[in-house]
């Protein structure tokens, strides 16, 4: 049985906890999507930082993360590999740093991780592919994605951020 879940919610009027609110009723109580004593990894999109727009917002990654540290989990990572700048540059600029203190959260620079062979389903062209230790060891993955344009595709949505 599958365990993905998925929500969108709107933000009205910069009413971020109360979107949450929404979102986390959509899918459940809160603990039953981040039971005690998990290991949580939240992927923001900072790829390329500093900007005012198209990248995900720190204040919805602080508000994810001190939900998350409510449910008292065994730790918080909060991960990227950004593109076009370093990525310890990009937490800086975001004040992840200052974040990270607050909640007992662990930045993790994605890009830098051990990589872990990881099998793929047949058929996709190759038999595995590597994915960051962090990844792999998390026991709860929460992407927090941009929607935007990206080059010539329409919309890269949700999976880029992957």
């Known amino acids: 049985m599958s365990t993905e879940r998925v ?6 009027e910069q009413r971020l906890d ?10 459940g109580d809160l ?3 981040i039971p005690p004593n998990s290991r949580v990894l939240v ?15 720190p204040e919805l990654v602080e508000s994810v993360v001190r939900l998350i540290a409510e449910t008292s989990p065994a730790g918080i990572l909060i991960g990227e590999g950004s593109a076009d700048v ?3 540059q ?12 607050r909640y007992g959260a662990k930045l993790v620079d994605l890009n ?24 792999v060891d998390s026991d709860i993955l929460i992407s927090l994605p941009v929607f ?12 880029k951020n992957l």
């Open 148 to 159: 935007k344009l990206w080059g010539g595709s329409p919309l890269s949505l949700a999976l």
């Open 112 to 135: 830098l991780e051990e990589g872990v062979k990881t099998s793929v389903p047949q058929g996709l062209g190759r038999d595995y592919i590597m994915v960051p230790r962090s990844v």
């Open 43 to 57: 992927k923001p999109n900072f790829v390329f930082p500093p900007t005012a727009a198209g990248i995900t917002h």
């Open 86 to 88: 370093y990525t310890g």
């Open 7 to 12: 929500s969108i919610v709107k933000v009205k």
């Open 90 to 101: 990009g937490f800086r600029f975001q004040g992840m740093d200052r974040i990270a203190v």
């Open 18 to 27: 109360e979107a949450l609110g929404r979102l986390i009723a959509l899918l």
């Open 31 to 33: 603990t039953s999507i």
